[in-house]
């Protein structure tokens, strides 16, 4: 599975280090490194007859109801692997692949508590409907369900970028993310370790979180227009002032001056902002100038 760059193709890039990375996903990646080492160096230790491997497994994996579950394992089980393959799986071909782009379009803080909210009703879908579909008594480990959001989120963002299926099969990301929907959906209840229902439930909250906020932008700007509309009015039917007004002194921040010489009214600015997130769709987060990535950034901030 790869991307390109050219056009409608996108490849993650690795120019400039691991220092290139949004804060959010390098802390992730960090932190799920991290357990799996400590877990991987210690889980060889037992206490008596019973492994720190299974310790872990239990007390920070998520239990079933009433078999040893803890309201905190709906946070901590999305940072604990069952193997190599399957903390790389997640982490490089789902948070790195798919994460870095959706942070920097959204902005930290947005791409934290969706990552963690997705990851955490994937919990409660596994926990909920496990005992009726595939039961378990085992824990239930990995940020797969949590990396089915974030697929989600790029599905939603960039649905016509391209995806190389094994190095060679060009596929859009909007019918691969379908693609593994329906195999989820098809899955639930065989044999396998898989979480499926996590996975699906994942998806599934990351699809009503973006429904949900694209609905609140919208109203947002609708009621924005109406008041800029107002204040537009008002401003016209202020009275000219005559020669003989005392006009009050004004401080202004020179930095600011020299950054934003002239300020853009609030409808031209978020045209420009809406321009610019059509580019990020067409060609990707890299083809911005600096001028538009700051921009971007400001209207993140304002947002967040």
């Known amino acids: ?93 789902g948070l790195w692949m798919f994460g870095m782009e959706v942070e920097h379009t959204w902005g930290s803080k947005k791409f934290l508590i969706y990552y963690l909210s997705c990851g955490v009703a994937a919990g409660i879908s596994q926990l909920v409907l496990s005992p009726i579909f595939e039961p378990a008594l085992g824990p239930t480990v990995g940020a797969s369900g949590a990396i089915y959001g974030v697929l989600i989120a790029f599905a939603t963002i960039f649905p016509d970028r391209y995806i190389y299926l094994y ?34 439930g994942g998806a599934l909250a990351g699809y009503l979180y973006i429904l949900y906020d694209r609905r609140r932008l919208v109203s947002g700007r609708r009621s924005t227009g109406t008041f800029q509309s107002s204040m537009a009015s008002a401003q016209w039917s202020k009275p000219s002032s005559t020669a003989g007004d005392v006009v009050d002194a004004k401080v202004f921040d020179i930095n600011e001056s020299k950054s934003f010489e002239q300020k853009e009214k609030p409808i031209d600015a978020q045209k420009r902002i809406d321009d610019i997130l ?4 067409r060609n990707g987060y890299q083809s911005l100038s600096e001028e538009e990535k700051k921009i971007l950034f400001e209207a993140s901030k304002r947002m967040n």
């Not at 872990?56 to 109801?65: I, K, N, T, V």
């Not at 060009?170 to 979480?195: E, H, R, W």
């Not at 059509?278 to 769709?281: E, G, M, P, V, Y």
């Open 167 to 200: 190095f060679l099969i060009p596929l859009k990301v909007k019918y691969f993310v379908m693609i593994l929907i329906v195999f989820g959906v098809i899955s639930v209840g065989g044999q396998g370790n898989v979480a499926n229902l996590a996975h699906l």
């Open 1 to 93: 599975m790869a991307y390109g760059n050219q056009g409608n193709y996108y490849r993650p890039s690795m120019f400039g280090g691991f220092q290139f990375f949004p804060p959010v996903v390098k802390t992730l990646l960090l932190t799920n490194t991290a357990v799996f080492i400590l877990m991987w160096f210690f889980g060889s230790f037992h206490v008596g007859e019973i492994g720190f491997r299974r310790i872990f497994d239990e007390f920070f994996g998520l239990m079933p109801l009433g078999n040893g579950f803890f309201p905190w394992q709906l946070i901590t089980y999305q940072f604990v692997h069952a193997d190599f393959w399957h903390l790389f799986f997640n982490m490089v071909f």
């Open 278 to 281: 059509d580019k990020i769709s």
